[in-house]
């Protein structure tokens, strides 16, 4: 079983940047691709960044690639994604998820392929 819990969201104004955090429990942690996913306000939930187990490959929704980037840190049991240059429309709750597969080489960018959540963090974005 793993536990997901996220921090670092907030209210920032646009051109802004934040940092999120996901702390992981769970033995297989260092073992897992991890993803970030955000919803908005009457929207789907969407992918927005993987890492695989390594940290050695990483992807992007088109919508970020550039702004944003993941990391992860298996010494901590942590994942982050560092937002720069926010934008009003990435203004969502961001969802932790990770993978119960292990050593997969490339993260996927498909929710169901994600077996455990976070609680999400909100980011707001002012313009």
């Known amino acids: 079983q793993v536990q997901l819990v996220e921090s670092g969201g907030g209210l920032v104004q646009a051109e802004g940047s934040l940092r999120l955090s996901c702390a992981a429990s769970?033995?297989?942690?260092?073992?897992?691709?991890m993803g970030w996913f955000r919803q908005s306000l009457g929207k789907e939930r969407e992918f927005v960044a993987g890492?695989?187990?390594?940290?050695?490959?990483?992807t992007y929704a088109d919508s970020v690639k550039g702004r944003f980037t993941i990391s992860r840190d298996n010494a901590k049991n942590t994942v982050y994604l560092q937002m720069n240059s926010l934008k009003p429309e990435d203004t969502a709750v961001y969802y932790c998820?990770?993978?119960?597969?292990?050593?997969?080489?490339?993260?996927?960018?498909?929710?169901?392929?994600?077996?455990?959540w976070g609680q999400g963090t909100q980011v707001t974005v002012s313009s």
């Open positions: 890492i695989n187990w390594r940290g050695s490959f990483t």
């Open positions: 998820a990770a993978d119960d597969s292990v050593y997969t080489t490339i993260p996927s960018q498909a929710e169901y392929e994600y077996d455990y």
């Open positions: 769970g033995r297989t942690f260092g073992r897992s691709t």
